[in-house]
Nanobody, 123 residues
Framework: VQLQASGGGLVQAGGSLRLSCVGS????????FGWFRQAPGKEREWVSC????????TYSNSVKGRFTVSRDNAKSTVYLQMNSLRPEDTAIYYC?????????????????WGQGTLVTVSS
């Protein structure tokens, strides 16, 4: 299984971006997915995750109400819609997948990782 993240870029504070994570190599319908991020000089942290069916999602407190995770199994793609972006959202964003039905928060739970996409929010 390979995951390819894209959609990052430079945006002003208050703006929006939509990240995509496309999977290939096997059927991703039976996988849960998560989004993580790593800011400069900091450890990678969990942002959001979604279960296999796409009907359960959860978010870190820092992004709750601003970010929305979704998935389109027909396109083997997971999305992270990011609104009301802040400079502190600047980071490399990673998508990750695991053969699981429920959503997963711990990084160690994930088997597959994308290469990351850089999001830079200017003030």
């Amino acid at each position: 299984v390979q995951l390819q993240a894209s959609g990052g870029g430079l945006v002003q504070a208050g703006g929006s971006l939509r990240l995509s994570c496309v999977g290939s190599g096997c059927t991703l319908d039976y996988h849960a997915f998560g989004w993580f991020r790593q800011a400069p000089g900091k450890e990678r942290e969990w942002v959001s995750c979604i279960n296999m069916n796409g009907d359960e999602t959860t978010y870190s407190n820092s992004v709750k109400g601003r970010f929305t995770v979704s998935r389109d199994n027909a396109k083997s793609t997971v999305y992270l819609q990011m609104n009301s972006l802040r400079p502190e959202d600047t980071a490399i964003y990673y998508c990750a997948g695991a053969p699981a039905t429920t959503y997963l928060k711990p990084q160690r739970s994930y088997r597959y990782w994308g290469q990351g996409t850089l999001v830079t929010v200017s003030s």
